[in-house]
């Protein structure tokens, strides 16, 4: 069993934060690196965790620490299975796919996580990883660059 460590918050949310909640959440991220499955963070991220893949000292892109978990967001005009066909053709599958609080069957939301087999402790190396999956799947959103999101 593969285990990863990523900033997580295990407080379960029906519903995506708003407000102060906000606010509460990305301060108990600061101090939750954890060593988890990707098994067990599939169902945590499924059950409405919040997470940040990259282990960070910090809340900035500057305290960027490691990463072996990369993950894309998909909000306009693609379906889970389009981009699944697509990681297939590509022979690139993510670990898991899960769907986001404000995922329909209209209108699919949906984050898709890849893993790889090493720890990636060299920033730029981490960033051109997250930028080149960014490139394949070329619909996800922008603001996936940053790795401290």
């Given amino acids: ?4 460590n990523v900033m997580l918050d295990n407080k379960e949310y029906k519903s995506k934060p708003q407000g102060v909640e906000i606010a509460k959440l990305t301060k108990r991220l600061v101090n939750s690196k954890t060593e988890i499955s990707i098994e067990d963070l599939a169902n945590k991220l499924s059950n409405g ?3 940040k893949p990259s282990v960070m000292a910090g809340s900035h892109e500057n305290d960027w620490v490691q990463e072996q978990i990369f ?3 998909f909000d306009e005009n693609v379906t ?6 697509r990681a297939r053709k590509l022979d690139i599958l993510p670990a898991f796919i899960y769907t986001s609080f404000s995922h329909t069957e209209e209108h699919h939301r949906f984050r898709m ?11 730029d190396i981490a960033k051109k990883v997250q930028l080149t999956l ?6 996800c959103d922008e603001k996936c660059k940053n790795l401290s999101k």
């Fill in 71 to 73: 993950a894309l967001d």
């Fill in 1 to 4: 069993m593969i285990k990863v």
């Fill in 134 to 139: 960014m490139q394949l799947f070329d619909t």
């Fill in 80 to 85: 889970i299975q389009d981009e699944l066909n």
């Fill in 49 to 51: 965790c919040t997470f």
């Fill in 113 to 123: 996580v890849f893993c790889t087999n090493e720890v990636i402790t060299d920033y």
